[in-house]
């Protein structure tokens, strides 16, 4: 039902959805981009929905409150980072690993903001936790968005990640262009 939803709102907004979701991945690390603004996350959100995947995605724990809390646990966002003593990554990769079914999406830019170097988290936590990383997108410029492809960072490393990150992603997909940079 939730699908059939998702690929209703796809088409009323004007969207297509490109590629599939690979059946025989039970566990990845979907990095996700661009991300520019906040209404990223809600597009983003409806094509995963439309794709079929159960998915987690990780928010800045900053962002959870008692108002807030509810509402983002619904929507499948867990808290990550600003606790003293815990390490994002490893207890990522260790909930990743004790899971029967578990697809994190993280937003590697790791902000709103342009930056030209992306957070290594999604690859290490990939890598612990020996799960293939899933490339997702949306394209503003297509109005569409989907799966560009999996790639195994533990058979390939990390530099072939991001090359082949510097030659899917463009510019122009995101939404305000001037905030998206492509790692160096």
Known sequence: MKRKFALFL???????????FP???KKSIIA?????SYFDGFIGKI?????GVPHKL???AAY??????????????MPVGGVPGHNAITETAAMIKGAETLNVLICPEGTLAPRKTWNPGYLLMAMKAKVP????YLDYEKKEGGIFEVIDANLVGRKYVESRIR???KKSMAKYPEKFELPE
């Open 47 to 51: 094509f995963f929905w439309a794709l």
């Open 167 to 169: 030659e899917l992603y």
């Open 23 to 25: 059946r025989d991945i």
């Open 32 to 36: 996700f981009a661009p991300h520019t």
């Open 133 to 136: 990383i899933v490339l997702g």
């Open 58 to 60: 990780l928010m800045k």
């Open 64 to 77: 959870f409150n008692c108002i807030t809390r509810p509402f983002l646990n619904f929507f499948g966002f």
């Open 10 to 20: 796809l088409w009323l907004l004007g969207w297509k959805l490109k590629g599939e």
